[in-house]
């Protein structure tokens, strides 16, 4: 089965209708791309996996398994979630990562920095994962900070990682990092990724392209590129 499927799937938080019967499957192991304009649903159907809201019609599976069936807790213990602009905690590196995870070692702190191509901010103080993050330490761009909600994410090893990237408007060095990135976490895991343009998701397996709540494409880069 694939690792995530939306079989005909509608919902409406209230009386407006959002999704009008969106299908797809995210293959296992695979990285699929959600791309459309602002208010199309993609953070909605973000939501929908994890039962946050369940469909007023059709089905979400995971691993074959309507999510109806699961326990809440269960469910989210195998998605990592990576909110757009997620925020960067006042404190060190080292309670920023373990938010989640407050078991994690120091060791695995390094090294899903280094996953997510962070490990050179260790440096930036002496006193490494023990260093102050923000005005008094060390600082981080934009890019840096959604890279290290990537790391906080990875450290509790989902097999399935969500990435909203709607809305991030990053300068073209600190795009190509986040790209690199997510190239290193797509290996062995399933990967969605909502982004805000094509040109960010070139590298998936498989690209849906919303709009108003319906799927009006599906296909690689290439396949869009060459049908638009
Ligand atoms: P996208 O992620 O593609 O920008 P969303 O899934 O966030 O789209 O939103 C789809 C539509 O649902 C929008 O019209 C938005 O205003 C509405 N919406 C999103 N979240 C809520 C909510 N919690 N309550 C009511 N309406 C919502
Ligand atoms: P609202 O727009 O009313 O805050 P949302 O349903 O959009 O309601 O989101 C509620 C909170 O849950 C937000 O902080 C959002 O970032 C978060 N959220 C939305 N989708 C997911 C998801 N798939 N996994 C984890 N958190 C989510």
């Known amino acids: 089965a694939p690792a995530i499927e939306f079989d005909d799937v509608h919902f409406g938080y209230?009386?407006?209708?959002?999704?009008?019967?969106?299908?797809?499957?995210?293959?296992?192991?695979?990285?699929?791309?959600?791309?459309?304009?602002?208010?199309?649903?993609?953070?909605?159907?973000?939501a929908l996996i994890e039962r946050?809201?369940?469909?007023?019609?059709g089905a979400v599976r995971f691993g074959g398994v309507d999510v109806?069936?699961?326990?809440?807790?269960?469910?989210?213990?195998?998605?990592?979630?990576?909110?757009?602009?997620?925020?960067?905690?006042?404190?060190?590196?080292?309670?920023?990562?373990?938010?989640?995870?407050?078991?994690?070692?120091?060791?695995?702190?390094?090294?899903v920095l280094h996953e997510v191509n962070l490990g050179e901010v260790l440096n930036r103080s002496p006193e490494g994962l023990d260093a102050a993050v923000g005005e008094d330490g060390v600082m981080l761009s934009g890019g840096?900070?959604?890279r290290l909600a990537i790391a906080r994410a990875l450290l509790a090893a989902p097999p399935v990682l969500l990435l909203d990237e709607s809305t991030s408007s990053l300068d073209g060095m600190n795009e190509q990092m986040l790209r690199e990135a997510i190239d290193a976490v797509a290996e062995n895991r399933t990967l969605i990724v909502i982004?805000?343009?094509?040109?960010?998701?070139?590298?998936?397996?498989?690209i849906v392209v919303v709009d108003h709540g319906r799927v009006v494409g599906v296909g690689t880069h290439s396949e869009l590129v060459a049908s638009t």
């Not at 946050?52 to 019609?57: E, G, H, K, L, V």
């Not at 213990?77 to 404190?91: F, H, K, N, T």
């Not at 343009?197 to 498989?206: A, C, F, P």
């Open 14 to 46: 209230g009386a407006d209708s959002v999704l009008h019967g969106v299908s797809f499957a995210a293959p296992r192991g695979g990285r699929t791309a959600i791309v459309g304009p602002s208010g199309a649903g993609k953070s909605t159907m973000l």
């Open 52 to 57: 946050f809201y369940d469909p007023t019609a």
């Open 68 to 111: 109806r069936r699961l326990d809440r807790v269960e469910l989210r213990s195998q998605i990592g979630y990576v909110e757009q602009d997620a925020p960067v905690l006042a404190g060190t590196l080292r309670q920023n990562l373990l938010l989640a995870t407050p078991d994690a070692t120091d060791e695995q702190c390094i090294r």
């Open 144 to 146: 840096e900070r959604q």
């Open 195 to 206: 982004a805000h343009r094509l040109s960010t998701v070139v590298d998936s397996d498989q």
